[in-house]
């Protein structure tokens, strides 16, 4: 069965600070890989995702996660935090069961900057 | 900007009531997803739909919850009885599958307040 965890249930930065959200998964097969934000009161959005086409996924709002195998990780990354990117990430790996798309999600880190 | 949308945003209702939120997945897409986001449980995928079929709905209580699709452009998630503890926020995400990279549209959600 797969999963994720995310290391940290609330992790803060200051602004311009490098921004690490942790995550590791447990997959029995290949796993397909994503990074969703949430915004106060909205809905999740897709920040990027690993299609094993490369192993650096750039996504929006400047944000890259790395896959790597040998430690089951897909770690989220920002160089430079904004107060804008103050929101819930969420971490999810999909694969094929049941003959449909099952999606795992993690259980969230919320990310504070500090001004 | 094609979005799922969803209605109620907001719902309070007292212990006991019929409640029924509804979702309009994004035109074109033939995948609905439910999901339950609690403070505690994190997101819980209640059901999903593909061409309007249910495909799994495992992870919903059996007894006071259901989820229908009439048509392609309306999925319908009903409780009844309401109880105190299926206060959560309730989102519907679509998606086109193609294989195990496709991407969910979440939309705004269903906050459920049962007194």
């Known amino acids: 069965a797969q999963s994720v965890t995310q290391l940290g249930s609330h992790v803060s930065v200051s602004e311009g600070a490098l921004v690490l959200l942790r995550c590791n998964y447990s997959?029995?097969?290949?796993?397909?890989l994503f990074w969703y934000v949430q915004y106060p009161n909205q809905g999740l959005q897709l920040l990027l995702k690993?299609?094993?086409?490369?192993?650096l996924v750039k996504g929006i709002n400047g944000f890259e996660a790395e896959f790597k195998k040998s430690e089951t990780s897909f770690h989220l990354t920002k160089p430079s935090a904004h107060m804008s990117d103050a929101a819930e990430y969420f971490c999810a790996v999909s694969e094929i069961a049941g003959g449909y798309q099952k999606v795992t999600f993690g259980i969230g880190t919320k990310l504070q900057v500090i001004p | 900007d094609a979005r799922v949308t969803q209605t109620p945003r907001h719902k309070v209702t007292e212990m006991g009531q019929e409640v029924t939120m509804r979702c309009q997945p994004i035109l074109g897409h033939n995948t609905v997803f439910w999901y339950r986001q609690t403070m505690m449980q994190g997101l819980e995928l209640l059901a999903y739909f593909r061409n309007r079929a249910p495909l799994d709905d495992s992870g919903m209580p059996k007894d006071r919850f259901s989820a229908e699709m009439p048509d392609a452009t309306l999925a319908t998630l009903k409780i009844q009885p309401s109880e105190p503890r299926d206060s959560a926020v309730y989102f519907c995400a679509s998606g086109l599958v193609l294989g195990s990279t496709d991407t969910q549209y979440f939309g705004p959600g269903t906050r459920l307040t049962v007194l």
């Open positions: 690993y299609t094993s086409a490369a192993t």
């Open positions: 997959s029995s097969v290949p796993p397909y």
